[in-house]
């Protein structure tokens, strides 16, 4: 065995209710525009033809009930409260009627965003790395097991900062389902145990400030809190 010529990063492990051991995270694969309240919000509307995606990395996972810093590079720093799927099994190639196969179970989420910063990209037609995949950026919360959770319907999903609502809508609402978006991913990716898909966010998205305390529900899941601190000195 050869020594690492540094320490190797400590990989994001979600913890798992109900279940002896954590979920290590593989990769996060996430979901624009599966709203349509949400697209409509954006200036955009909903692409029928096929869901797209963007990815974090996943060293920018972030354990839901943490503080961090309001990051750098954005003075507009917006929250997107997301139900998230995690996987326990592979797909390569699926049909959507065997998708469901792969799943674990399914968690709160935000996908925080430097709004600004996705704004300019999309101006210059530039990936959106930099709005994205901001470090402490896919804020997750426990995961529940899918057998627990039941089946995806209308179950209500929201979010509130500082105790004000925010963001609301029904898991029912999203245009792409669970087992389409994991049916159609399956064919660019061996999809993995530990993979997680941040799938959308509903209408309401907007800017938090350093202070703001983030609180996302989903019925049926534990909840994801995230408290923002002020910058970090320069
Ligand atoms: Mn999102």
């Given at each position: 065995m050869t020594d690492t010529l540094f320490p190797a990063p400590d990989w994001p492990r979600i913890a798992v209710q109900d279940a002896q051991g954590s979920f290590p995270v593989r990769r996060v694969f996430c979901v624009g525009r599966n709203y349509a309240a949400h697209a409509a919000e954006m200036g955009n509307e909903v692409d029928r033809a096929a869901p797209f995606y963007f990815t974090k990395s996943a060293l920018a996972v972030l354990p839901s009930g943490r503080s961090v810093p309001y990051p750098p590079g954005t003075s507009d720093y917006h929250h997107e409260m997301e139900f998230v799927v995690a996987l326990g099994g592979a797909a390569f190639?699926?049909?959507?009627?065997?998708?469901?196969d792969a799943v674990l179970g399914y968690a709160c989420g935000l996908d925080m965003t430097r709004r600004?910063?996705?704004?300019?990209?999309?101006?210059?037609?530039?990936?959106?790395?930099?709005?994205?995949?901001?470090?402490n950026s896919a804020v997750i919360g426990p995961i529940t097991r899918k057998d627990r959770f039941g089946a995806i319907a209308d179950q209500s999903i929201r979010l509130t900062v500082d105790g004000e609502l925010r963001q609301q809508g029904k898991l029912s609402d999203?245009?792409?389902?669970?087992?389409?978006?994991?049916?159609?991913?399956?064919?660019?990716?061996?999809l993995q145990p530990g993979d997680l898909i941040f799938t959308g966010t509903p209408s309401g998205v907007g800017a938090v400030d350093p202070g703001a305390?983030?609180?996302?529900?989903?019925?049926?899941l534990a909840p994801v809190e995230l408290t923002l601190g002020p910058p970090e000195a320069s």
């Open positions: 190639r699926v049909t959507p009627d065997r998708a469901m600004d910063l996705q704004a300019r990209a999309k101006d210059k037609r530039h990936p959106w790395d930099l709005a994205k995949d901001a470090e999203m245009v792409w389902s669970v087992p389409d978006l994991i049916a159609d991913l399956s064919r660019y990716y061996h305390v983030l609180r996302g529900e989903i019925d049926g």
